[in-house]
């Protein structure tokens, strides 16, 4: 990744964004998008000179709209919309997190339809490039219009109000750290408040967080699969190319190819080619059609975040020099969530299938009558529960997912007087998905875990694929020879997975897996 990430409002690409946020890398804003912000924001001037009465610019918000603002009091009317919306609540936002969020509303001014002043993006440039990062508590966003709450909040810093994330991750005053950075607040004019909190900007920060551990994780899962299935000494005949052939999903055709690249050279499978079994349970025949149908709801969800990513979500929207060489404003709906929320609920259902189908195969494994290996996998059954609770704790992560696969965007509100009378809910969506994502890695933890011990009962070797992973999971979770609690083995290994550490690793020994 370049230590400098341009932003053009056109290509910016959500790894790009993920390694803003998390690596402090700098950004700067193309010469061509500097342009077209400034191009944008004379409009609104010879909007203020003309007097005119355009919404957003020199009206009241929301219900209000029907009240026009002297030009006067148009810096007043900025800085009360972002301290009067500065509402949120419940606990801050990460740093990754709001950092994420602060590059996404950037890239969106860089498109040059907000009208938004130049100092102000500037202002939002420099924070990130000096790592000011504001305080933002997560809860206020209905997915409607804009993320209104939780940007205000990023909007209070820039004038030097509110709080910001410190080096030991407290709560302090903005202006102290201002101070600090050599840094002043930003003076806010006609239309800068209500372009910086009418945008989607925390609904695609989780979003993106998301989809960088879901790169990951789906991809292991696979890899986690065949560990069970070489555990379980089951038929790879299911991902044969000519059963996906016959039905051409992608994402089921894709998988099967995973399941075969990784099966390749397995001694085990091998072994057991005219054994007695006539077919194993759904949770491992059928992993190309689950594995695969999860896999589509991600390709869906990438194309969705590009997309919004590199769009302007903004009321009024400013169109400079139009084909009939007149500026245009129009009043619209582009800071609506809705493709952003219904996206993260078919992906926060999509992964539960993905957990549901993995704590599936955990109980065949624990089950001596269908594996044929000890019972819990313990070494004196009975006198020891082996992984017993591994399965329970998977099972109580499922149970969280099963919450979270309930759709957000079955609920919805009318506020602002009835002015905002359908919402989408995509905030509490977006970061529903988020935290999906962190339990289903928890629930793939324990299926590999348990898959690990299973392997300890045959002496033939397993794909070279799953032999990598195995030897990884070794030098943090031992063979179980007696009991002992895997608790924080396990959340290692969760984290492990989310960060995409280990498939770099078995990817750079056994070549890259195809996705």
């Known amino acids: 990744m370049a230590s400098v990430i341009q932003l053009d409002g056109n290509t910016l690409s959500p790894a790009e964004v993920y390694a803003v946020a998390s690596e402090n890398i700098v950004i700067k804003l193309s010469d061509d998008s500097w342009n077209r912000i400034v191009k944008s924001r004379k409009v609104v001037e010879d909007i203020l ?14 219900s209000l709209v029907d009240t026009n ?20 609540l419940g606990d801050g936002m990460s740093k990754p997190a709001v950092k994420a969020m602060m590059v996404a509303r950037i890239n969106s001014f860089a498109r040059g339809f907000s009208g938004v002043h130049p100092n102000v993006v500037q202002q939002l440039i420099d924070y990130v490039n000096h790592d000011v990062t504001p305080y933002i508590p997560r809860i206020g966003s209905l997915g409607a219009s804009g993320d209104l709450a939780p940007l ?37 004019s006609a239309k800068d408040g209500l372009s910086l909190i009418n945008g989607t900007s925390q609904m695609l920060s989780y979003s993106i967080l998301s989809l960088q551990i879901l790169n990951n994780l789906l991809t292991i899962s696979d890899v986690i699969y065949c560990t069970s299935l070489e555990a379980y000494q089951g038929s790879a005949t299911p991902a044969d190319a000519r059963v996906h052939a016959a039905r051409p999903h992608p994402g089921q055709i894709l998988i099967s190819t995973r399941i075969r690249q990784i099966m390749q050279g397995s001694e085990i499978l091998a072994g057991h080619k005219d054994c007695s079994k006539v077919q194993d349970p759904y949770s491992f025949r059928c992993a190309p059609q689950v594995h695969g149908a999860v896999y589509e709801a991600l390709i869906g969800m990438r194309e969705t975040i590009q997309i919004e990513l590199n769009s302007t979500t903004d009321n009024p929207l400013v169109f400079p020099e139009t084909t009939d060489h007149q500026s245009t404003i129009i009043s619209q709906g582009n800071f609506h969530g809705e493709i952003l929320a219904l996206c993260a609920d078919r992906m926060s ?8 189908i993995s704590e599936r195969r955990m109980d065949q494994l624990l089950d001596s009558k269908k594996s044929g290996l000890p019972p819990f996998l313990a070494t004196n059954s009975g006198l020891e529960s082996g992984m017993m609770i591994v399965q329970y704790s998977a099972g109580s992560a499922l149970a969280e997912m099963h919450g979270h696969a309930a759709p957000r965007t079955s609920f919805s509100t009318s506020t602002s007087a009835g002015q905002e009378d359908h919402v989408s809910m995509g905030a509490t969506a977006c970061w529903n998905l988020y935290q999906s994502c962190i339990r289903l890695s928890e629930v793939l933890a324990c299926e590999l ?9 045959n002496s033939l070797n397993p794909a070279p694929f799953v032999k990598s992973l195995h030897k990884l999971v070794r030098t943090i979770s031992p063979k179980l020879t007696k009991d002992r609690s895997t608790s924080t083995e396990l959340q290692s290994i969760a984290k492990i997975l989310r960060e995409g550490t280990w498939l770099s690793r078995i990817e750079a020994e056994n070549g890259r897996l195809v996705r």
Not at 49 to 62: A, L, Q, R
Not at 451 to 457: F, N, S, T
């Open 449 to 457: 875990v348990i898959a690990c011990q299973g392997l300890e009962y």
């Open 69 to 88: 603002i002297s030009n006067e009091h148009l810096q007043d009317l900025q800085v009360n919309l972002i301290r009067s919306h500065a509402t949120g």
């Open 49 to 62: 000179d003309s007097g005119e009465v355009v919404y957003g610019i020199n009206t009241g918000f929301g």
């Open 152 to 188: 205000s909040h990023m909007a209070l810093t820039l004038i030097g109000e509110g709080f910001v994330i410190g080096d030991d991750e407290e709560k302090i005053p903005t202006n102290d750290l201002l101070l600090d950075k050599g840094l002043i607040p930003v003076e806010l």
């Open 349 to 356: 259902l999509a992964l539960f299938e993905l957990g549901s």
